[in-house]
């Protein structure tokens, strides 16, 4: 007791120093500080009501950038027109004939695969009434047939069958193939299509793409699992971002599934997801097995396709996969109740795009005005031409072969007198 009270006047002192260095060190440095006489004060006149929007910046973003029609027609020949786009995986076709169709900003294709191993795209229109040669999302036929007059095509594109027609002079199947899309299949896979009428287009730089997939082994070997398309009401830019569907894959329960990896999912891995400019995303955690990849299909300016592909690199139990399927479909459809309603919170009802953009982060916010940049570019090469520029349309066919072929199928119409009311889709 002695001992603790001669050590009293001690502590004392300490904490007093210790006060007083405190309240200098907490007083900002100011080296070299002018003399009072050198100091120049500038009075700053306050800012009145009316000239507060003076000083602040206008967007460059249009008003109706999630809504307005003329921008999403801006956006099929500026971006989707021009742009390589990654639609699939190699993975997702196993044999000859196999094939997926999709409806990317109103231009419709197939994706197939052929006897050669390879997979091509074509649009999914006949090259002769322009219907569809396929309605199905996907399937597998090494022949895809024009319900209308019988035209089919073979994986190749290739017009195979054309009923009626061999008696026209001069008519030549190998002129009436399909349509094809230049088509691209990376090293780890992934298929890109670029819709440009060109006879040649470059490739898509894939060397970052290839690199996240062989640090999460994917490759063309993985097996595809399953797939659906969702419709949404929101326009596709409205979920560009980076963290708007991390987690959907967060349920409870985790241990009975052997994949239960992935449903911890990525917020505590952010190095197993990646995007793709301008619609693609892709999630994976290497512990799991899995991995999939996340599509959004701009139907129109305030509609969207949200397509998912689930992908694997080992077997998985059917009834796991069920239950995993279920429950990520199941949060998918959630999350994007969530989003449509904020849209239609903000931009139906109140026409504000703004706020919308003004929540995004910096990354989310640079993928807006990459947009943005490139129908600016598109619109001053269109100014300059003085019309509109539509890099995927093809010049119609005008010669008196053709007139001939049509006027052939005018009376084939005529013979069956209902005309287009006796299709069978």
Same mark, same amino acid.
């Given at each position: 007791?002695?001992?603790?009270?001669?050590?009293?006047? $001690?502590?004392?002192?300490?904490?007093?120093?210790?006060?007083?260095?405190?309240?200098?060190?907490? /007083?900002?440095?100011?080296?070299?500080?002018?003399?009072? $006489?050198? #100091?120049?004060?500038?009075?700053?006149?306050?800012?009145? !009501?009316? *000239?507060?929007? $003076?000083?602040?910046?206008?967007?460059?973003?249009?008003?109706?950038?999630?809504?307005?029609?003329?921008?999403?027609?801006?956006?099929?020949?500026?971006?989707?027109?021009?742009?390589?786009?990654?639609?699939?995986?190699?993975?997702?076709?196993?044999?000859?004939?196999?094939?997926?169709? #999709?409806?990317?900003?109103?231009?419709?294709?197939?994706?197939?695969? &052929?006897?050669?191993?390879?997979?091509? $795209?074509?649009?999914?229109?006949?090259?002769?009434?322009?219907?569809?040669?396929?309605?199905?999302?996907?399937?597998?036929?090494?022949?895809?047939?024009?319900?209308?007059?019988?035209?089919?095509?073979?994986?190749? &594109?290739?017009?195979?069958?054309?009923?009626?027609?061999?008696?026209?002079?001069?008519?030549?199947?190998?002129?009436?193939?399909?349509?094809?899309?230049?088509?691209?299949?990376?090293?780890?896979?992934?298929?890109?299509?670029?819709?440009?009428?060109?006879?040649?287009?470059?490739?898509? *730089?894939?060397?970052?793409?290839? +690199?996240?997939?062989?640090?999460?082994?994917?490759?063309?070997?993985?097996?595809?699992?399953?797939?659906?398309?969702?419709?949404?009401?929101?326009?596709?830019?409205?979920?560009? /971002?980076?963290?708007?569907?991390?987690?959907?894959?967060?349920?409870?329960?985790?241990?009975?599934?052997?994949?239960?990896?992935?449903?911890?999912?990525?917020?505590?891995?952010?190095?197993?997801?990646?995007?793709?400019?301008?619609?693609?995303?892709?999630?994976?955690?290497?512990?799991?097995?899995?991995?999939?990849?996340?599509?959004?299909?701009?139907?129109?300016?305030?509609?969207?396709?949200? /397509?998912?592909?689930?992908?694997?690199?080992?077997?998985? *139990?059917?009834?796991? +996969?069920?239950?995993?399927?279920?429950?990520? +479909?199941?949060?998918?459809?959630?999350?994007?109740?969530e989003i449509e309603a904020e849209y239609d919170s903000y931009v139906i009802q109140k026409g504000d795009s703004m706020s919308l953009l003004s929540k995004l982060d910096p990354e989310d916010a640079e993928t807006q005005q990459r947009i943005l940049n490139l129908l600016k570019e598109?619109? !001053?090469?269109?100014?300059?031409?003085?019309?509109?520029?539509?890099?995927? +349309?093809?010049?119609?066919?005008?010669?008196?072969?053709?007139?001939?072929?049509?006027?052939?199928? /005018?009376?084939?119409?005529?013979?069956?007198?209902?005309?287009?009311?006796?299709?069978?889709?």
């Amino acid at each position: 007791m002695e001992s603790l009270t001669s050590s009293f006047p $001690a502590l004392v002192a300490l904490l007093a120093g210790v006060t007083f260095l405190y309240r200098v060190w907490s /007083r900002p440095f100011v080296w070299n500080h002018p003399s009072p $006489a050198k #100091i120049h004060h500038e009075v700053i006149p306050a800012v009145t !009501q009316n *000239e507060t929007h $003076a000083v602040s910046k206008e967007s460059d973003f249009p008003e109706d950038w999630l809504a307005g029609k003329g921008v999403f027609e801006l956006e099929r020949r500026a971006l989707f027109s021009k742009a390589w786009v990654c639609l699939s995986h190699r993975a997702r076709f196993s044999k000859a004939g196999d094939y997926q169709s #999709i409806d990317l900003a109103g231009f419709p294709i197939v994706l197939i695969l &052929g006897k050669d191993s390879v997979v091509r $795209a074509f649009h999914n229109v006949c090259r002769h009434r322009a219907y569809p040669v396929t309605k199905k999302e996907c399937g597998s036929s090494t022949v895809l047939g024009c319900r209308y007059h019988g035209w089919s095509y073979n994986t190749y &594109g290739q017009l195979i069958r054309a009923p009626h027609f061999d008696s026209v002079p001069g008519f030549d199947k190998a002129q009436n193939g399909l349509f094809a899309v230049h088509t691209f299949t990376s090293n780890s896979g992934f298929v890109f299509v670029n819709f440009e009428t060109n006879a040649t287009a470059s490739s898509p *730089e894939t060397e970052v793409l290839d +690199t996240f997939a062989c640090r999460n082994r994917i490759s063309p070997q993985s097996s595809w699992v399953s797939g659906q398309t969702l419709e949404a009401r929101f326009n596709w830019k409205t979920a560009l /971002r980076s963290k708007q569907f991390q987690d959907v894959t967060e349920f409870e329960d985790q241990k009975a599934s052997p994949i239960g990896a992935l449903l911890s999912y990525l917020q505590r891995k952010p190095e197993g997801s990646s995007f793709f400019f301008p619609i693609t995303s892709l999630f994976t955690t290497p512990s799991s097995g899995c991995w999939f990849s996340l599509s959004l299909l701009p139907l129109s300016e305030q509609k969207t396709s949200v /397509r998912y592909d689930l992908y694997s690199y080992k077997k998985l *139990e059917d009834e796991a +996969t069920k239950a995993l399927l279920a429950k990520f +479909t199941f949060a998918l459809k959630e999350k994007i109740a969530e989003i449509e309603a904020e849209y239609d919170s903000y931009v139906i009802q109140k026409g504000d795009s703004m706020s919308l953009l003004s929540k995004l982060d910096p990354e989310d916010a640079e993928t807006q005005q990459r947009i943005l940049n490139l129908l600016k570019e598109h619109k !001053q090469l269109e100014k300059a031409r003085g019309t509109e520029v539509f890099p995927a +349309t093809r010049e119609p066919r005008t010669n008196a072969k053709y007139e001939q072929a049509e006027q052939l199928c /005018r009376e084939l119409d005529c013979q069956n007198g209902t005309g287009q009311k006796n299709l069978s889709w």
